[in-house]
């Protein structure tokens, strides 16, 4: 059972971790909101991609990927749209609106783009061949959350040493083009890969 676990773990992670448009999305959300909420926001989303992989694996890799990518493309206009709205003044406060709007920013941000990627593909071979659904699934959303820890984290880091040295108007602008840029380039890798 562990050694299901630690290999999904590997598998996905590797598979997730090299150019992954969500691990750079999840950086520049926490370049504006608190690591927290975005963590526990990806976490929930990742949780419930890599139930539906394991659970259907292989329907998931046969996605129209026409409704694939437009399905990411909206996901990812919707979160520079969001980013775009908020205010420029950096909030402090802790309350638990700012907090619950970046646990569902993150949530939708994850959870309704890049669908049949390669660490849910990774996670449905790997349910398919160890035949131990809920270890994979816990090894594969372990990864996850891994990588968007990492990211969330680089990301807050950049935050603070960018507060003091870049305007707000220049990193809501900044952030909103990397993620039209990062949205384009999933659709277009969605949209090739068929």
Do not use: H
Request: glycine share 8%; aromatic share 8%.
């Amino acid at each position: 059972m562990l050694a299901i676990l630690l290999t999904t773990y590997a598998a996905v992670f590797l598979a997730e971790i090299v150019g992954d448009k969500l691990m750079y999305t999840t950086g520049i959300l926490a370049t504006r909101y608190r690591p927290a909420p975005i963590m526990l926001g990806m976490t929930a989303a990742f949780s419930a991609k890599m139930g539906a992989a394991v659970a259907v694996g292989a329907a998931i890799a046969r996605l129209p990927r026409p409704l694939v990518a437009s399905v990411t493309a909206l996901s990812f206009i919707a979160l520079a749209t969001t980013v775009w709205r908020k205010p420029m003044k950096s909030e402090r406060s802790k309350s638990d609106e700012a907090a619950a709007k970046g646990v569902m920013v993150a949530f939708a941000a994850i959870f309704f783009s890049e669908w049949g990627d390669v660490g849910q593909i990774t996670a449905a071979t790997m349910a398919a061949r160890f035949g131990s659904p809920l270890i994979v699934w816990v090894g594969a959303v372990a990864a996850m959350a891994t990588k968007g820890i990492l990211a969330a984290y680089l990301g807050a880091g950049v935050r603070r040493w960018i507060g003091t040295r870049v305007s707000p108007a220049l990193v809501r602008t900044g952030s909103v083009s990397l993620l039209l840029v990062l949205g384009a380039m999933a659709v277009v890798e969605t949209l090739a890969s068929s």
